[in-house]
T-cell receptor, first 110, second 114 residues
Framework: GEDVEQSLFLSVREGDSSVINCTYT??????LYWYKQEPGAGLQLLTY?????DMKQDQRLTVLLNKKDKHLSLRIADTQTGDSAIYFC??????????FGTGTQLKVEL | NAGVTQTPKFQVLKTGQSMTLQCAQD?????MSWYRQDPGMGLRLIHY???????DQGEVPNGYNVSRSTTEDFPLRLLSAAPSQTSVYFC?????????????FGPGTRLLVL
């Protein structure tokens, strides 16, 4: 099955850009997702990208997909303290069958 | 729309007890699934359903049963609770229309098995 890996922790200063990385093993995933989880809360879908796309931009968020290296990244521009959370990448072929990474805890410092 | 709702929010069980975690969605989504979240392991798929009357196992199905008698509801049953089932459980639903899939998660149920 799919294996999805993320670095565990990232610390940035407010106003800087954050880049959260993810690698995956199963190239058959149709969609690749980024979720945000704040403490004690559920998962919030931030954005997703089709596997046939290289890049998707949505306001402060930029998703890059390198299919050759099976590498997915999420860039958050002008990071704010409200962006502090755990970020999960996930891959899936549809039907709610998602494989999640272990999550990256983003800490934004003043 | 209420979205995806889960009850209870918190539950404490003794080893060997059984219980049902409830999940409901009012968005007429075809797909529903259950995940558990454990520290350092992300979310893992327990069971999923692609429509009423159709269910299948995910990555970690042992100790859990599901059924999908209606489109709206997808309960998760713990048959005989074990401490290893202490976790946070998330229910999710989605549709897939015109190639655009959107996933919705419930707020989670925190379960402690003593």
């Amino acid at each position: 099955g799919e294996d999805v890996e993320q670095s565990l922790f990232l610390s940035v200063r407010e106003g800087d850009s954050s880049v959260i990385n993810c690698t995956y093993t199963d190239s058959s995933s149709t969609y690749l997702y980024w979720y945000k989880q704040e403490p004690g809360a559920g998962l919030q879908l931030l954005t997703y990208i089709f596997s046939n796309m290289d890049m998707k931009q949505d306001q402060r968020l930029t998703v890059l997909l390198n299919k050759k290296d099976k590498h997915l990244s999420l860039r958050i521009a002008d990071t704010q303290t409200g962006d502090s959370a755990i970020y999960f990448c996930a891959g899936g072929g549809g039907g709610n069958k998602l494989t999640f990474g272990t999550g990256t805890q983003l800490k934004v410092e003043l | 729309n209420a979205g995806v709702t889960q009850t209870p929010k918190f539950q404490v069980l003794k080893t060997g007890q059984s219980m049902t975690l409830q999940c409901a969605q009012d968005m007429n989504h075809e797909y529903m699934s259950w995940y558990r979240q454990d520290p350092g392991m992300g979310l893992r798929l327990i069971h999923y359903s692609v429509g009423a009357g159709i269910t299948d196992q995910g990555e970690v199905p042992n100790g859990y049963n599901v059924s999908r008698s209606t489109t709206e509801d997808f309960p998760l049953r713990l048959l005989s609770a074990a401490p290893s089932q202490t976790s946070v459980y998330f229910c999710a639903s989605s549709y897939d229309r015109r190639g655009e899939e959107t996933q919705y998660f419930g707020p989670g149920t925190r379960l402690l098995v003593l």
